[in-house]
């Protein structure tokens, strides 16, 4: 069974500033990692994902995340936040193999971006 | 290409009555998945279709179904709703079942269910 804990329901960041948005996840077996982001009145669209090889990991508009195994942390960064980021951000986790037919999202954490 | 389409956006229905959402997936797409999203939760899994047979079931009551067509399209029913249905259903569409590096979840824009 998999879990996915977001720290901080809210949080907010100036124009600018760096973004950092917490993930922690329990999983029996070695997990895939995403974090995917919603815009108002949308569907999700997927920032990023970790599978397998290296631990940090690249995706759209700036963002990155460094998978930790030793601390179950998939944590979502941005060095410098834009106005446009503002929106609600969920981390999932599914397992890595047969059987593991679904994504186990968290509650997610709301950005906004103060001007 | 078109992404994963739903619908209807929005609908509004009275306890007790019968929901049927749709979904049509990417093209080539195989497998499409169900998410009930309550206002201020995440996502939360309800079905799995692949090839038309289903994969995988979350927690939800009898009251939710589900099927594939030949055509990889989807509906989602509910009956006898709650008030407790209330959320966005979200539709997601993939190459294969499990979800992996290569197999990533495409989301639709949603359903959004209002029961008064």
């Known amino acids: 069974a998999q879990s996915v804990t977001q720290l901080g329901s809210h949080v907010s960041v100036s124009e600018g500033a760096l973004v950092l948005l917490r993930c922690n996840y329990s999983?029996?077996?070695?997990?895939?990692l995403f974090w995917y982001v919603q815009y108002p009145n949308q569907g999700l669209q997927l920032l990023l994902k970790?599978?397998?090889?290296?631990?940090l990991v690249k995706g759209i508009n700036g963002f990155e995340a460094e998978f930790k195994k030793s601390e179950t942390s998939f944590h979502l960064t941005k060095p410098s936040a834009h106005m446009s980021d503002a929106a609600e951000y969920f981390c999932a986790v599914s397992g890595s193999g047969a059987g593991s037919y679904q994504l186990t999202f968290g509650k997610g954490t709301k950005l906004s971006v103060i001007p | 290409d078109a992404g994963v389409t739903q619908s209807p956006t929005h609908l509004i229905k009275t306890r007790g009555q019968h929901v049927t959402l749709r979904c049509s997936p990417i093209s080539g797409h195989k497998s499409v998945s169900w998410y009930q999203q309550v206002l201020g939760q995440g996502p939360q899994f309800i079905f799995q279709y692949y090839e038309k047979e289903e994969r995988g079931r979350g927690n939800f009551p009898d009251r939710f179904s589900a099927r594939q067509f030949p055509n990889y399209s989807s509906e989602l029913n509910v009956n006898a709703l709650l008030l407790g249905d209330s959320a966005l259903y979200l539709c997601?569409?993939?190459?294969?079942?499990?979800?992996?590096?290569?197999?990533?979840?495409?989301f639709g824009a949603g359903s959004r269910l209002t029961v008064l």
């Open positions: 999983s029996s077996v070695p997990p895939y």
């Open positions: 970790y599978t397998t090889g290296a631990t």
């Open positions: 997601a569409s993939s190459l294969g079942p499990y979800p992996s590096g290569a197999n990533v979840l495409t």
